[in-house]
């Protein structure tokens, strides 16, 4: 039985319900005609083209929300909120979807957080692409929200909590610099990864700073969200298909050619274990880090960014012989609560 399905998990999807249907209604001007709980696996094929995705931590549970539009439906979203009338989307505007996210989950999280649950939240991720196939895993449940136009939906992929964090040393008194201490122990852990795991050599190009016209396209990948007092963001890899699948090959000994479901949540696999290797170093140098779950991206010609006053994003390239792949690590501080 998944953690969505259990009574527990009631409150926690009304709020999210409530929080989506006030924030669509009031903010967007787009009336939701009614809504249904959908069943893991429903999603599969459904044509998103523009989500938002955040992490999500708590007391108890682990795991991340998305709000996922099909093309046309996040147009009349972003002309309702806009006052417009435009046929098609601009520049820019699919930046509203990681706004929505983080406006959806600030109201659901203040009611749930009242009520005890002690929500932390991760930087939202957008994702935007020709078709995205999948935001999350097999055993994700979402809600239909269906409008005039076609639907959207709200997914969460949720697991109860298993591990606490350790406390930083008591005597550590040393300035955490964040940004830097973190990416730095996150590409020592994806390079350590592939060579003990996948024995591939990988070549680490220069960092740069994620713009508008510094991005890439990927077609499969996976990010995680990270959380710590003050500090917020996310970790991601992600990947052209061709050394993705040069990289599973390997490790499974069996040549795949397709992003097939054999292979593709290998992406969530390598993103969990580099993450743990940098978080274990990073709680033993003073950090206190938590994590969500890492979410799977799979799609064609799919880009990425981070939104917000006070957030960066770092890029750092990596090649292996079979073509690119790349760490995105996106950060930003917060009030702490």
Not at 68 to 85: A, C, H, I, K, Y
Not at 151 to 171: E, I, Q
């Amino acid at each position: 039985m998944t953690l969505q399905s259990q009574p527990q998990f009631a409150p926690f999807l009304n709020a999210f319900i409530q929080a989506t249907e006030l924030t669509l209604q009031d903010l967007c001007r787009i009336p939701i005609r009614g809504h249904r709980r959908m069943k893991p696996g429903e999603l599969t094929g459904k044509e998103i083209s523009v989500a938002g995705l955040i992490g999500i931590t708590s007391n108890s549970i682990q795991g991340s929300m998305s709000i996922q539009f099909p093309r046309s439906t996040f147009l009349d979203v972003m002309n309702g909120m806009l006052g417009e009338e435009m046929t098609e989307l601009e520049p820019g505007m699919e930046d509203g979807a990681a706004e929505l996210t983080n406006i959806i989950f600030g109201n659901a999280k203040v009611s749930l957080n009242e009520n005890g649950f002690g929500i932390q939240m991760a930087i939202p991720t957008l994702l935007t692409g020709t078709s995205i196939q999948s935001i999350a895993s097999d055993g994700a449940e979402g809600i239909e929200f269906k409008t005039d136009g076609e639907s959207f939906y709200v997914v969460f992929d949720l697991r109860n909590k298993t591990t606490d964090v350790a406390p930083p040393p008591a005597t550590s008194a040393k300035k955490i610099d964040w940004s830097a201490d973190m990416l730095l122990e996150f590409v020592r852990a994806v390079r350590k990864t592939l060579e003990v795991q996948f024995n591939a050599q990988t070549e680490i190009g220069s960092p740069f700073k994620k713009t508008p016209d510094q991005n890439f396209l990927f077609d499969v990948g996976s990010v995680i969200g990270v959380n710590e007092s003050g500090f917020s963001g996310y970790f991601g890899l992600f990947y052209e298909s061709a050394p993705f699948l040069n990289l599973m090959s390997g490790l499974l000994g069996c040549e795949f050619k397709e992003l097939n479901a054999e292979v593709q949540d290998g992406a969530s696999e390598i993103t969990n274990i580099c993450f743990g290797v940098a978080k274990q170093v990073l709680n033993s140098n003073g950090h206190a880090i938590t994590m969500a779950l890492p979410n799977l991206i799979l799609g064609k010609d799919i880009r990425s960014s981070s939104q917000g006053v006070g957030r960066s994003t770092i890029v750092v390239p990596l090649k292996i012989p079979s073509g690119r792949f790349w760490i995105e690590f996106s950060y930003g501080e917060t009030s702490g609560s």
